[in-house]
């Protein structure tokens, strides 16, 4: 990209340079005043990153103050609807996600390994794609939008159970051919814009866009709740969002080329503490 057109690219989407490791005041992020998540991460061998650091760290004061206390954080009222949906007899089996899963704290963990390789399905799965599968093979129930609000109210509140627990997603063996394709994903320029992602959080991450900071772009608090749009929001959703914002053709929800890209975004952030429900702009 030459000088001209990057000019170009910044101003198109508002970035003034004037450079702030933080934004918020709060210098710890300390949930209910008992539960302590780490939001700095050693950056892991071979990281194109210094230090991994949370998007928390980039929200203004108010905002992180609304993560910090489950009662002020509005995506547990979707996370109060996923339990009764998690209790919900649903479709012609006669079952719910309970007849299969007593308890959801039984998902703890299961957070910081997606996505994965589906041994069994011979390809890479997100949340999304074992939550449909357990409604439409083992509910008889219809499978779930991928961001609709049954659906990230749901992997919010099983991604809930590994909060605090670090990101520690694979990336060899049958994962390693998607780990790749998402990196290249990631450094590829798209759209009007000719940008990438890395263009943004990684190039210019604590820097201002439109009266707000870039962050390092890590997921380990999706899927999060934005101010934005009131709901909470899956981490494709946000990868729609981004190529829209550069003026590219998005990839479909749920397809191999987001989930690719989602594992080398999770990867980069392995090591940082799972947030999820975050809150974002």
């Known amino acids: 990209m030459n000088k001209l057109i990057k000019a170009f690219a910044y101003t198109a989407l508002g970035v003034a340079f004037a450079t702030t490791a933080y934004a918020g005041e709060n210098k710890a992020l300390v949930i209910n005043e008992e539960i302590t998540i780490p939001t700095h991460a050693a950056a892991y061998e071979g990281s194109p990153l210094d230090e991994l650091i949370s998007g ?3 929200r203004k004061a108010e905002t992180q103050a609304l993560q910090m206390d489950d009662f002020d954080n509005p995506a547990f009222i979707f996370i109060d ?10 479709g ?16 703890k963990g299961l957070r910081t390994e997606l996505p994965r390789w589906n041994e069994a399905k ?4 997100a949340m999304e794609n ?15 939008k991928w961001s609709k609000s049954k659906m990230t109210s749901m992997t919010a509140l099983i991604s809930l159970q590994s909060r605090g627990l670090p990101m520690a997603v694979k ?41 707000d900071n870039l962050s390092q772009g890590q997921t380990n608090g999706f899927p999060t709740y934005r101010l934005k ?12 969002g981004c190529m829209k914002n550069i003026r590219a053709e998005p990839y479909g929800q749920g397809s191999d080329e987001f989930t690719a890209l989602e594992l080398y975004v999770a990867s980069r952030g392995n090591g940082l503490a799972v947030e999820s429900p975050a809150v974002r702009n």
């Open 56 to 58: 928390w760290e980039f």
């Open 229 to 240: 749009n009131s709901k909470i929001n899956s981490t494709h959703a946000r990868f729609k």
């Open 122 to 125: 011979g390809k890479m799965y």
């Open 130 to 144: 074992y939550i449909n599968d357990c409604r439409t093979e083992r509910m008889g129930a219809d499978a779930w």
């Open 81 to 90: 609807k996923a339990k009764d949906e998690f209790a919900k007899v649903d």
């Open 171 to 211: 990336t060899d063996g049958p994962a390693a051919a998607a780990y790749e394709m998402g990196k290249a994903l990631y450094y590829k320029r798209v759209g009007q814009l000719d940008m990438a992602c890395s263009n943004c959080h990684e190039d210019n991450y604590g820097v201002m866009i439109r009266a």
């Open 92 to 107: 012609s089996e006669g079952k719910s996600c309970a007849s299969c899963h007593e308890d959801v704290e039984s998902f």
